[in-house]
């Protein structure tokens, strides 16, 4: 990569491509000529430089395509158009002023992580990735959040984002736990299948029928995947693949990577898994009967009832009023790995069948979960909600061993509502913005996870052992936040929290 310091461009061999640079003064008509193109342009002043990033196969055609992204005539009209996108009017309201920079920063990260089609395998869609780097994937259940949150500023790209992942189903039904322009990363894992709900909701707003026949073929293909390989014991109770050898990371395609869940090195018959599976069963319940196919609507739903019914009689503790995963008994494996006795584990996994639905949902058991959560003793902290109770021996400031996560929130702020629990969905709501706008207002960025305790600053957390921070300025802690903000300040008020 080369900088250009007047009215030319110079261009570098990279590792794929040769990228090239434009930077010329925008006070004074320019033209690009160093032998590449020609191109002259007269513009009003707004800024010291301007400067233009590209790359092609050749140097002629890297400085090309970089010289001709100055051949606008008018610029202050395309910065109008370039910050539409941070209007508040892209919400469903208005955004009160105490909110509008945390409110712009989601948008600027959103936009960010958001990527036009490229490459061979993600050339169709725009899609999206967690952060530029060190993820820079697009990840399953990620792109999932992201289309939450983009489907209140642009519908019709939050469709894209969901139809960019189906795309990467494999012919067996799989869709990799990440993937790149050039292909999967990882096709022997998958994420929590969560597609189904996510394109339920995103069609909520858009209406698009035609967009939902569509993606229903792929939905139905992928969650008929996940029981085929994932129900080792036919129970209807999904395992995530456990690596039991690693010690940091036993289980990524969970998305809880480092749980104390996961420290036996078992595989587990999982409750988040489960309920993932039942609530996009049930999603594809409704989307079935909508786009004209009532019969797998009724199996969709019939299956999701039967998944329900195992989570309910199998992974509820009567006695300690909780859910938790159970091991699939594999004498082999605990005998080749030297594995450690099983132990349950206050996990928030555990507090995640609230998103089941009411009507199947013993009311004695939520309100066990709902005491539990709101309990100081285990799950409501400075900054609710921890991936492990604050009670339980493992707690630590590591990942998904007791930091507090922004997709989780919202997962159980929608759990809250849907089981009638208003009040305590709007304080996790309000709890929620209020830690993240403060330590916005500190760090100047949003992050990965965060301290349960709100005492330590998440770049000073530990991340699978290390003591390197949480990943700044994650995409789907954008989403979740925006939508926060939008469907408590916005929608209900500040004052209602």
Not at 466 to 483: E, F, I, N, P
Request: aromatic share 12%; with cysteine; glycine share 6%.
């Amino acid at each position: 990569l080369a900088v250009h310091a007047g009215d030319s461009c110079w261009a570098v061999d990279g590792s794929d491509y040769v990228y090239a640079l434009c930077l010329h003064s925008a006070s004074q008509p320019h033209t690009a000529s160093d032998g590449l193109n020609d191109i002259s342009f007269k513009h009003r002043r707004l800024f010291g430089f301007l400067f233009s990033l590209s790359f092609g196969d050749s140097r002629e055609d890297a400085g090309t395509r970089a010289a001709a992204s100055f051949t606008f005539q008018d610029l202050q009209a395309l910065a109008r158009k370039k910050m539409k996108f941070f209007s508040p009017a892209s919400l469903t309201g208005r955004v009160p002023a105490e909110w509008g920079p945390l409110a712009g920063k989601c948008l600027s990260v959103i936009k960010v992580n958001t990527l036009a089609a490229e490459g061979s395998v993600l050339g169709k869609f725009h899609w999206s990735t967690p952060d530029r780097l060190p993820h820079r994937f697009m990840w399953l259940w990620d792109s999932v959040f992201h289309a939450l949150g983009m489907v209140i500023l642009n519908g019709p790209l939050a469709q894209e984002l969901l139809s960019s992942v189906l795309e990467e189903l494999t012919p067996e039904g799989l869709i990799s736990i990440q993937m790149l322009p050039s292909g999967p990363q990882n096709p022997s894992m998958t994420q929590p299948p969560i597609l189904a709900w996510g394109v339920w909701r995103v069609f909520s707003l858009t209406g698009d029928v035609e967009w939902l026949r569509e993606v229903y073929p792929g939905l139905v293909k992928y969650l008929d995947w996940d029981f085929e390989h994932r129900d080792s014991n036919n129970n209807l109770l999904l395992e995530w693949t456990i690596k039991p050898w690693s010690r940091f990371c036993k289980s990524a395609e969970s998305g809880m990577d480092n749980s104390p869940r996961f420290d036996s090195g078992r595989i587990l018959d999982s409750v988040d898994f489960s309920v993932y599976a039942a609530q996009d069963l049930f999603s594809l319940g409704k989307i079935g009967a909508v786009v004209g196919k009532p019969r797998e609507a009724q199996r969709h739903h019939q299956m999701a009832e039967d998944v329900t019914e195992a989570i309910h009689s199998i992974l509820w503790d009567e006695e300690l009023g909780f859910y938790f995963d159970k091991p699939v008994l594999n004498a082999s494996d605990v005998s080749q790995y030297n594995l450690p006795p099983f132990r349950q584990v206050f996990a928030s996994s555990g507090l995640l069948p609230l998103l089941l639905p009411p009507s199947s949902f013993p009311h004695s058991r939520a309100e066990r979960l709902v005491e539990v959560l709101m309990s100081p003793d285990h799950f409501w902290t400075s900054f609710p909600v921890p991936s492990v109770s604050t009670s339980d021996p493992e707690w630590t400031e590591d990942m998904w061993r007791g930091p507090t996560w922004a997709n989780v929130n919202y997962l159980l702020n929608v759990a809250l509502n849907q089981q009638g629990y208003a009040r305590e969905a709007g304080q996790l709501a309000l709890r929620h913005l209020e830690v993240v706008r403060e330590v916005y207002q500190s760090t100047g960025s949003l992050w990965e996870s965060y301290d349960s305790r709100n005492l330590i600053l998440p770049d000073k957390l530990k991340k699978k052992g290390k003591q390197v921070g949480a990943v700044c300025d994650l995409q789907w802690t954008a989403s979740v936040t925006l939508l926060l903000l939008n469907e408590n300040v916005v929608s209900k008020g500040y004052e209602s929290l």
